[in-house]
């Protein structure tokens, strides 16, 4: 029988709070067994960005990654939040290795391609380097991964946080029974957007068609959730969505997603 | 019998010459055998303190890590020049893995202790984790060292990188022989400064007390051989300075230090 094997995605809500920050960071040091923590970034690179005279450069709303911005970006995800999270994790006895997805090729993108618009410097993933991740695990090292990645030709790229989480999932699922654990703002997937206790407590496949038919499920929510079903497609044991809480034992109000 | 492992050791006149620094990487990438490569910081750590508004600040010419300073070194050196090595590193197919101290534990320190000055945020080398980073080795993984470490109680330290390299060193002379690379500005230590040729070919412990003796020996290089001969007397097997063409095969004009 495979092990289990938690992945915790955490974005900038807790890296933001240094108090949200330092409590989740104690909870995932207790969490039992192999795990791998996985980081957005949080506003820290826009103030960066904002004080070296960097304008953010958006086209149709959507964050485009320019050189300089991906410097900002690298120094700020791989350089500072990561070291201070590694740092923080070691101090609770938990062994962890800050990593971005160029170290020992743990993580290979390419820049994205260009259609409609030229995201600049993004990428996206084309494999999770499974096996040397496996060799950190067994060695009783756990993983903090950053969302930086690389194109094996040089080039560093900025990935979405969300998509690094999924994208090892799937790929570790070959050795262990993973389970993916989002923690974002909300305690779940909500039934009505202004009751934030409205928590929807399991959803699977059949229910998540129901819901999108219904329309219940809110605009930002439905990529997210397309991303969760198809990483249970391709191996995912289970996918937990909630807040900070869903990595203490004694939490019950989340969101668990199956097949 | 064991195996040979070899330290390179590279400063701020490579790191501030994209042209020197992939020239280097390329040569570093070509060597065989099991290797670690450990930089320092250059001049851009400097150039982000200032658009950060950020002062030098130095007492008796020692520059002091406050805590502002310390996030800039931990961006440009474990985030930036870190990944940019690393990502250079893995386009030439040297399997590279970017690294701090505080990562998995590898280089335990403590923050300088305080006597005539208070450095700040400075770190004094505890321990180096052979046993770990031997496991990476071992796994085909070329370990890339910044000069960032950590007191093991969540507190980041900025470390010199000439020591990093010695104690690495000295660290994995148990297990390894050790060959311990210094790259700077000078083809090696030199007869006499004012000509850059003068390269003294070897130094044995009874030469270098001799060269002090005479006064041949600049102040700035002192604390560089006193280090050096340090690391020969714990463990480490040869000692060679010189400039980046050290780690190319055909190059004739360095320093080697022995006892």
Known sequence: MKSKLNIVKIGGNIINDEGALTSFLKDFSALKGYKILVHGGGKKATELA???????????????????????????????????????????????MGLSGVDANCILAHKRTVKDIDYGFAGDVDE????????????????????????KNGQLLNTNADTIASEIAVAMSKLFNVRLNYIFELKGV??????????????????????????????????????????LEKGVQKVKMGDASLVKNESNLYTTLSL
């Open 50 to 96: 904002s004080l070296m005279g960097l304008k953010p450069k958006m086209i149709n709303g959507r964050r485009i990654t320019d050189a300089a911005n991906l410097d900002v970006v690298t120094m700020v995800y791989a350089g500072l939040l990561n070291k201070k999270i590694t740092a923080q994790l070691q101090k609770n006895n938990c062994n962890a």
């Open 128 to 151: 999770v380097n499974s096996e040397f991740i496996n060799v950190l695990l067994q060695n009783n090292v756990t993983p903090v991964f950053c969302a930086i990645t690389h194109d």
């Open 190 to 231: 909500l039934e009505s957007i202004e009751d934030k206790n409205s928590v929807i407590k399991h959803i699977n496949l059949e229910k998540y068609k129901q819901l999108i038919k219904e329309g219940v499920i809110s605009e930002g929510m439905l990529p997210k959730l397309h991303n969760c079903f198809n990483a």
